[in-house]
Every structure is written in structure tokens, then in C-alpha cells.
């Protein structure tokens, strides 16, 4: 499984971004998806998730409301848009596949990473 994550940037307070997971394999359509971040010195935490199906999201609570992760299965890739950005969102972000099986709110599910994206939010 390869995932290559992109759309990343220097935005201003309030803007938006739309990161983008492209995801090779023919185990996509059977897998839960998630999105997880690394701010400058702290830990990798997680942003969002969504189930196989797309019909099940799951959001930090810092995201919620702000947030919105989605799929398109017909091109394998998965979507993390991102409105009204805070300074507090700058991390370099990653998109993830889990294990499978437990749950998407802990990091050590993922056992699949792409190479992440920066995402830079100024006050």
C-alpha cells in the first residue's frame, strides 16, 4: 500500500485548504481511512477518520465543525477539507491506513503512512 499525500501550504488565519490522499492498492475500497498530524514539537495526533464505506466520520475535537474528510472510491484517494484554519492547525499532515479492527481515534492503529504534507496557518 503506497499513500501519497498533497495539497498542503502557507495559508492565512480564517482560509482554507483541501489536502488530498492518493492511495494505490486494491485494498482501498475495503479499508477505514484516517488523517493524523504532527505539529513542531509534539506528538502525532489524530485529525480524522472515515469507515470503509464512507458513511461513518470521525473528528478530534479540535476539528469538529471545521473539518471534513471524505472519499472517492472510483479514485482511490481520500480528502481532508479544511476551513476557517487556526495557527493552531499548523502541523505536517498525514493520511493513514489502520490496522483494521480497532479504533481510528488512536494513532498506533496506523500502520500505513504517506510522506505527509505542511500546512502552515499564519495569525
Known amino acids: 500500500v503506497q499513500l501519497q499525500a498533497s495539497g498542503g501550504g502557507l495559508v492565512q488565519a480564517g482560509d482554507s485548504l483541501r489536502l488530498t490522499c492518493a492511495v494505490s492498492?486494491?485494498?482501498?475500497?475495503?479499508?477505514?481511512m484516517g488523517w493524523l498530524r504532527q505539529a513542531p514539537g509534539k506528538e502525532r495526533e489524530f485529525v480524522a477518520g472515515?469507515?470503509?464505506?464512507?458513511?461513518?466520520?470521525y473528528y478530534a475535537d479540535s476539528v469538529k465543525g471545521r473539518f471534513t474528510i471524505s472519499r472517492d472510491d472510483a479514485k482511490n484517494t481520500v480528502y481532508l477539507q479544511m476551513n476557517n484554519l487556526k495557527p493552531e492547525d499548523t502541523a505536517v499532515y498525514y493520511c493513514?491506513?489502520?490496522?483494521?479492527?480497532?479504533?481510528?481515534?488512536?494513532?498506533?492503529?496506523?500502520?500505513?503512512w504517506g510522506q505527509g504534507t505542511l500546512v502552515t496557518v499564519s495569525s
Open positions: 492498492g486494491r485494498a482501498f475500497r475495503s479499508s477505514d
Open positions: 493513514a491506513k489502520p490496522r483494521g479492527g480497532g479504533s481510528l481515534y488512536s494513532t498506533r492503529e496506523y500502520i500505513y
Open positions: 472515515i469507515n470503509r464505506s464512507g458513511g461513518s466520520t
